[in-house]
């Protein structure tokens, strides 16, 4: 059957954050453990499997997300990677383990997916996750079901930026990652603020763009940048990407594009 390996948030190949895509044409899903097995040998952040549905169920296709080492409930750039995939304008529709998500595609490419915001809880602050990301916290909010995050403000873009955390340590963390944020340093840079992400506990050392991270990072950065909806945050991954995003109330859009860069044959 046909494999994709698809940039996503990004306009050019080899940046933003890459992830596997399987179309498959059956009615059902194959055996988990056999898509475990295949998103292993894809060993990307992210691979996509889907199918399609009747529109009775009301969605298109049923999509799941599997890292190298489990399946989540929330994944945004892989996606973002299967609306590109389908090659069609206009709205898809998903059912997913977190609901139905809608991919919107414009004439130019721009996708835009619909998502759940992610409920953020303030939390005490664990010392051993801090030590292993050598941070001082400002706050640390956990980001709800969906995502499952530690979502840790710090002061300066810099800090974010020159992270070198102990993955090893990490990977000891129960919840699905660990999401670092900080405002821009530079207002009018083009970004409004920028975050990293490390999911060791998943199978994901750093994810080079976390669009689902991002229905987290939309209201928290809301709410410290005098209640403005739209914003744009950069990843500031070695790879990097930028997600625009629009606060809908407990809906947030995420808007990237998105590029093909492997189109294959699975074979087994």
């Known amino acids: 059957m046909r494999i994709r390996i698809i940039d996503a948030f990004t306009e050019q190949p080899f940046a933003g954050n890459p992830a596997g895509v399987v179309v498959l044409d059956g009615p059902t899903f194959p055996d988990a453990a056999w898509m475990q097995a295949v998103a292993a040998e ?19 296709y049923a999509l799941r997300w599997f890292t190298p080492a489990v399946e989540v409930a929330l994944c945004g750039h892989a996606t973002l990677a299967t609306a590109h995939a389908l090659q ?8 997913t383990r977190s609901g139905i998500l809608t991919a919107d595609t414009d004439e ?10 992610a409920p953020l809880s303030p939390i005490q602050a664990d010392p051993s996750v801090l030590d292993a990301l050598g941070v001082t916290p400002l706050s640390v909010h956990h980001t709800g079901p969906n995502t499952d995050d530690l979502l840790i403000e710090v002061l300066e873009e810099s800090a974010v930026r020159e992270l070198t955390p102990d993955l090893t340590a990490l990977a000891t963390v129960e919840n699905r990652g660990v999401v670092v944020t900080a405002r821009a340093d530079d207002p009018n840079g083009g970004y409004d603020f920028v975050s990293r992400f490390f999911g060791a506990a998943a199978g994901v050392a750093e994810d080079p763009v976390t669009g689902s991270a991002h229905t987290a990072l939309a209201p928290f950065w809301s709410a410290r940048l005098g209640g403005r909806t739209e914003l744009t945050g950069y990843q500031a991954s070695p790879r990097g990407g930028y997600v625009r995003v629009a606060l809908r109330g407990d809906r947030t859009l995420l808007t990237g594009k998105a590029v093909t860069v492997i189109d294959g044959t699975l074979h087994a």
């Not at 889907?50 to 009775?56: D, I, N, W």
């Not at 069609?88 to 059912?95: D, N, Q, Y």
């Open 88 to 95: 069609s304008t206009g709205l898809v529709r998903f059912a």
């Open 42 to 60: 894809v060993n990307l952040s992210e691979t996509a499997f889907l199918h399609p549905v009747p529109a009775s169920s009301g969605a298109d």
């Open 108 to 117: 130019k490419g721009w996708i835009t997916l619909d998502f759940p915001t």
